[in-house]
């Protein structure tokens, strides 16, 4: 797979990603849903920090929730340049196609999210009772790196009442795919468990 196949896989990703969340940011008001199925469900929430909202200042009780949230998004800058040689270097080598494309999947997921984080702040105000607006005239709703990122796919397949003796979550109620999430995410989980399902063909071992 070449490195210019590679680069429109990404652009197409990206354009996917990007388009939906405009379209979320600048048609729904924060926590809105519509129902597609009963299984699916549109429902815009903004994420602030990583996977299922945690943050830094979570584990690290000194660092501030703006302070923790700049860390994170130059460390997600910096993971996304060492993905992006990875891939570039793959290509050079003649590395499985398999390889290429989960790498060319977990780049363009990572920055779909990164664009988020680095730009959304600047770009649109506050989505809270009403419908955001691009490039509003007094100005975004935070500054620039901290954005948070748009997620609208939610899954909410079935509910089951745990039993007591379940660990951890016994007597509560349980939902599942409670997650929401976007196409980005979609992009980098598909990339993981390509390199995963697929190890072997990803990382051949030549003679």
Same mark, same amino acid.
Not at 60 to 76: C, G, H, N, P, Q
Not at 81 to 93: C, F, P
Not at 174 to 190: C, G, L, M, Y
């Given at each position: 797979?070449?490195?210019?196949?590679?680069?429109?896989?990404?652009?197409?990703?990206?354009?996917?990603?990007?388009?939906?969340?405009?379209?979320?940011?600048?048609?729904?008001?924060?926590?809105?849903?519509?129902?597609?199925?009963?299984?699916?469900?549109?429902?815009?929430?903004?994420?602030?920090?990583?996977?299922?909202?945690?943050?830094?200042?979570?584990?690290?009780?000194?660092?501030?929730? !703006?302070?923790?949230?700049?860390?994170?998004?130059?460390?997600?800058?910096?993971?996304?340049? %060492?993905?992006?040689?990875?891939?570039?270097?793959?290509?050079?080598?003649?590395?499985?196609?398999?390889?290429?494309?989960?790498?060319?999947?977990?780049?363009?997921?990572?920055?779909?999210?990164?664009?988020?984080?680095?730009?959304? %702040?600047?770009?649109?105000?506050?989505?809270?009772?009403?419908?955001?607006?691009?490039? /509003?005239?007094?100005?975004?709703?935070?500054?620039?790196?901290?954005?948070?990122?748009?997620?609208?796919?939610?899954? /909410?397949?079935?509910?089951?009442?745990?039993?007591?003796?379940? /660990?951890?979550? %016994?007597?509560? !109620?349980?939902?599942?795919?409670? /997650?929401?999430?976007?196409?980005?995410?979609?992009?980098?989980?598909? %990339?993981?468990?390509?390199?995963?399902?697929?190890?072997?063909?990803?990382?051949?071992?030549? !003679?």
């Amino acid at each position: 797979m070449s490195l210019k196949k590679s680069v429109i896989l990404i652009i197409v990703i990206l354009l996917i990603d990007q388009v939906s969340k405009i379209y979320i940011k600048t048609h729904f008001t924060l926590h809105e849903s519509v129902d597609v199925f009963n299984w699916f469900k549109i429902y815009f929430i903004e994420n602030d920090g990583m996977a299922w909202g945690t943050k830094i200042s979570d584990f690290v009780s000194f660092v501030s929730d !703006r302070t923790a949230k700049v860390i994170l998004t130059l460390f997600r800058i910096i993971a996304i340049l %060492g993905i992006g040689y990875w891939l570039y270097d793959a290509v050079k080598k003649k590395s499985s196609h398999v390889l290429i494309l989960a790498i060319a999947f977990i780049f363009a997921g990572a920055l779909g999210n990164i664009m988020d984080s680095v730009f959304y %702040g600047v770009l649109f105000d506050d989505s809270i009772s009403q419908v955001a607006t691009f490039l /509003p005239e007094h100005g975004g709703y935070d500054s620039f790196l901290h954005g948070r990122v748009v997620d609208m796919l939610y899954f /909410p397949l079935f509910e089951i009442d745990l039993p007591q003796w379940f /660990p951890f979550y %016994g007597g509560k !109620r349980f939902n599942f795919f409670e /997650p929401v999430f976007n196409v980005a995410d979609v992009a980098i989980s598909t %990339g993981f468990i390509m390199l995963i399902v697929f190890n072997k063909k990803a990382f051949t071992k030549k !003679r």
